[in-house]
């Protein structure tokens, strides 16, 4: 996970006083109008919005301010879309049928900035740089995050895999790029290309790749059907699941730490598995650790907190705060009521996005946003929205 370069921790107080309003890489595989607040019309002009938050539903966007929740933008949007931070101040990245597309959510409204292809799938920041992987051509765009202040689409390096496939890449600090190999039909693992796109390594022992997260010291990890790769100082490391199946197949890292954490999955015949064990996996000792959580989980529901703790947002309704080198489970901060996992993984579920010290989880049983202190476990403030939200994420700034 990457940390933000601006401190947005929040307090209750300041929260409290500020609002009133009183009360989901990627699946497992694969026009504007006013805004709404609390079901009343509210002509509030698109003024600069602090620190936004942005949620997807069913025929858009919404950009709330992040220190109150206020509900602030609509942007009419058909489609799945999908929201990760661009890795600035201002901007996030939404993803559309035709593209990758560039929203200043601080400024509430949708750029000409789109990075054009079908099947626009993983988005990741890491060492200053942006890296946008579309499935339906292979294609992968870096840019750093900072240039789209400018107004124009960012100029940066392009490559473009074999063959096109559900894929993800990265680039490290030293400009190697770390890219996935695999078809349509079958992925293998994991290629690394010196700054020149000259490949140096690669390794197609890890089955089923999928996802990725970097660690302390720069480990970088992929997950496997049957474990998951490590690369690190140039090199291609293995660690096995305990099963012969085992997919780690979400991942997220902190700088924080060297553990990363992963869920876990063993049927590989499973229409749908509701796992209650999640990975935590030691980049430094090449070891992996299985913790029971005694509840499950699905892939929006791993988070970090900013001193490296693993974060799970439970079917319990409850985030569950792991120490990241014991795998003791610290606390439990309510959040939600219990849910389950829905059959298809584009429809809604709670969602789970952390901010510096703050944790906002959606319900969309309830239209509802919640604004949590992980450090207290306390809620700061809540907001019901006019439809139920889907994917929830926001401006992340730096790597």
Known sequence: ????????????????????????????????????????????PAAAVKDPLVATFDGGLYILDGENLKLTKTIAMSGFNRVNPAGDEDHVIVSTDTGFRVLDATGQALTDMEYKGPKPGHVVRHAGKTVLFTDGTGEVNVFDPADLSGGKK???????????????????????????????????????????????????????????????????????????????DGKFTKVDA??????????????????????????????????????????????????????????????????????????DGAIHVIDQTSG???????????????????????????RDDTAYVSDPSKKALHAIDLATGKKITSVTLPESTNELSGIVAGH
């Open 328 to 354: 003791e489970v610290e606390k439990k901060i309510s959040a939600v009521g219990k849910w389950q996992e829905p059959l298809d993984w584009q429809q809604a579920r709670p969602t789970l996005f952390v």
């Open 242 to 315: 305990p099963d012969n199946y085992g997919r780690i197949g979400n991942q997220a890292g902190s700088d924080a730490s060297p553990v990363l954490l992963g869920d876990y999955k063993t049927d590989r015949e499973a229409e749908l598995e509701r796992p209650t064990r999640i990975s935590l996996i030691d980049t430094e000792k090449k070891k992996l650790r299985l913790v029971d959580l005694g509840t499950s989980y699905s892939f929006r529901s791993l988070a970090r907190s900013p001193e490296g703790e693993a974060l799970v947002l439970g079917t």
């Open 1 to 44: 996970m990457n940390k933000s370069i601006r401190t947005r921790a929040l307090t209750g107080t300041a929260l409290a006083l500020a609002v009133s309003t009183v009360l989901t890489a990627c699946g497992e595989d694969e026009a504007s109008s006013d805004a709404k607040a609390e079901g009343t019309a509210n002509a509030t």
């Open 154 to 232: 960012p100029e940066g390096r392009t490559y473009t895999s074999a063959e096109a496939h559900h894929g993800v890449a990265i680039e490290l600090a030293n400009g190697e790029l770390l890219s996935t190999l695999g078809t349509e039909e079958k992925r293998t693992g994991a290629l690394v290309l010196d700054e020149n796109n000259k490949e140096i390594t690669r390794n197609e022992k890890c089955p089923g790749v999928h996802g990725e997260a970097a660690a302390q010291d720069e480990a970088i990890a992929v997950g496997c059907e049957d474990g998951i790769l490590i690369y690190k």
